[in-house]
């Protein structure tokens, strides 16, 4: 069974920046793919980005050149945000995919404001 750990989320007013933090446990070997994705109340949660066992990133349009994924560790996962705007308000989440699972971490908030 495999667990994902959210940390990192907070408050910052835009234009700052943040870093959260995913950490899998309960699986032997490095995961294939792993993601962050965020959601707003209301809204279907949304691909931010994802990166590969070999290092690829993805990104959705709207926060490329501001965030970057990256994996450490093996299992560790990372999302630099900076330039942070309102519009990155939301519920972070981090997700795997193994064999048919979708596995989803509890969620870190990230609230841009002044």
């Known amino acids: 069974q495999v667990q994902l750990v959210e940390t990192g989320g907070g408050l910052v007013q835009p234009g700052g920046s943040l870093r959260i933090s995913c950490a899998a446990s309960?699986?032997?070997?490095?995961?294939?793919?792993m993601a962050w994705y965020r959601q707003i109340p209301g809204e279907q949660r949304e691909l931010v980005a994802k990166i590969t066992k070999s290092g690829e990133a993805t990104y959705v349009d709207s926060v490329k050149g501001r965030f970057t994924i990256s994996r450490e560790a093996k299992n560790s996962l990372y999302l630099q945000m900076n330039n942070l705007k309102p519009d990155d308000t939301a519920v972070y989440y981090c997700?795997?995919?193994?064999?048919?699972?979708?596995?989803w971490g509890q969620g870190t908030q990230v609230t841009v404001s002044s």
């Open positions: 309960g699986i032997i070997g490095t995961l294939r793919v």
């Open positions: 997700n795997t995919v193994v064999g048919t699972t979708t596995y």
